[in-house]
């Protein structure tokens, strides 16, 4: 079953080193993975002020800087994975350092009929 782990948190909260110990924290638990063959992707985003927000409003386009919504905790980085089941997202999302000052939602990825074009 395929997860996405959504890294909420909020920017300001950690300092310069906390990143660079969350990073290399990250970054070890990412191999770990990969080699287990369960970790297909993982990326940290940059700072929810270098967001753009996209509607379509009656047919009109509407583009925004910042964020879709104004929140305390901001999307800042991803995780999908390919384990057996809901449990084993949830006790890797445990181990993750993010989780310690935010918040880590596990999401089911919904499964998509195979196509020549993906």
């Given at each position: 079953m395929k997860y996405m782990l959504l890294i909420y948190g909020n920017e300001e909260s950690w300092t310069e080193q906390e990143m660079e110990d969350c990073k290399m924290k990250s970054m070890a638990i990412c191999e770990e993975l990969k080699n287990q063959g369960k970790l297909l992707d993982a990326s940290?985003?940059?700072?929810?002020?270098?967001?753009?927000?996209?509607?379509?409003?009656?047919?009109?386009?509407?583009?925004?800087?910042?964020?879709?919504?104004?929140?305390?905790?901001?999307?800042?980085?991803?995780?999908?994975?390919?384990?057996?089941?809901?449990?084993?997202?949830?006790?890797?999302?445990?181990?993750?350092?993010?989780?310690?000052?935010?918040?880590i939602e596990i999401r089911p990825i919904f499964p998509l009929p195979e196509s020549p074009a993906l």
């Open positions: 940290p985003l940059h700072p929810v002020a270098t967001a753009t927000s996209i509607r379509i409003r009656d047919g009109h386009r509407q583009i925004t800087d910042g964020p879709f919504a104004e929140t305390a905790e901001q999307l800042g980085g991803y995780y999908v994975l390919d384990v057996e089941n809901l449990d084993e997202a949830i006790a890797i999302a445990s181990r993750l350092p993010p989780a310690q000052k935010g918040t």
